[in-house]
């Protein structure tokens, strides 16, 4: 049973364009959203997180919102450039939970030139 | 700035044997994690522990044991290494958790095969 769901595995984007990238979760009790980048034969790296009490959360290029009622979050990139290209791990962790963080399945964003 | 150590970064084991997968950070952390990524999924929790002396189990954690001696250092040890174990080990620490929401950094990860 997944409860963290990203459900296009590729996205492809022309350089200097939009990138969205997709998650939904099912979990209530989760309250915290993280969205962590990957190269590969390297491990995750944070990027940039939301709590549930905020619909928005920006940072330079990068914009996270959450829409609670659709339990769907998503992560703009603008513009996209071609050190975006990576895997993007979309992760989300329990309400006072000690126990890590919930994974997706993640999203291999290619930036073509 | 090291972060999160992660040692080695590449092993073949033979099915049946065992080894410890090394994991050492910093910067201080009370908590720390221990995931495996396998090919085309996201990452799942195998233990995790949040301070010294005190461990618990994650999502899948049968086949694995951890200690956690010092702050500083999780190592994972796999008894009696099968084929499901193939995987890609990622290590990570967080210097809060619980209510306390913050994001969790990551080791470069031990690519481990069983054959």
């Known amino acids: 049973d997944q409860q963290v769901k990203q459900n296009s595995p590729s996205l492809s984007v022309q350089e200097g364009r939009i990138s969205i990238l997709n998650c939904d979760y099912t979990?209530?009790?989760?309250?915290?959203f993280l969205w962590y980048k990957k190269y590969p034969a390297e491990g995750p790296t944070f990027l940039i997180s939301?709590?549930?009490?905020?619909d928005k959360n920006e940072d330079g290029r990068f914009t996270v919102f959450l829409n609670k009622s659709a339990k769907h979050l998503s992560l703009h990139i603008v513009p996209s450039q071609p050190g975006d290209s990576a895997v993007y791990f979309c992760?989300?962790?329990?309400?006072?939970?000690?126990?890590?963080?919930?994974f997706g399945k993640g999203t291999h964003l290619i930036i073509q030139p | 700035n090291a972060g999160v150590t992660q040692t080695p970064k590449f092993r073949i084991l033979k099915i049946g044997q065992s080894m410890t997968l090394q994991c050492t950070q910093d910067?201080?952390?009370?908590?720390m994690y221990w995931y495996r990524q396998d090919p085309g999924m996201g990452l799942k929790l195998i233990y995790y522990?949040?301070?010294?002396?005190?461990?618990d189990k994650g999502e899948v954690p049968n086949g694995y044991n951890v200690s956690r001696s010092t702050t500083e250092d999780f190592p994972l040890r796999l008894e009696l290494a099968a084929p499901s174990q193939t995987s890609v080990y990622f290590c990570?620490?967080?210097?809060?958790?619980?209510?306390?929401?913050?994001?969790?950094?990551f080791g470069q990860g031990t690519r481990l095969t069983v054959v």
């Open positions: 990570a620490s967080s210097p809060r958790g619980g209510a306390l929401n913050t994001e969790a950094f």
């Open positions: 979990n209530s009790m989760f309250d915290y």
């Open positions: 939301i709590s549930s009490i905020k």
């Open positions: 992760a989300a962790k329990r309400r006072g939970g000690a126990d890590g963080l919930t």
């Open positions: 910067m201080n952390h009370n908590y």
């Open positions: 522990s949040v301070g010294a002396g005190i461990t």
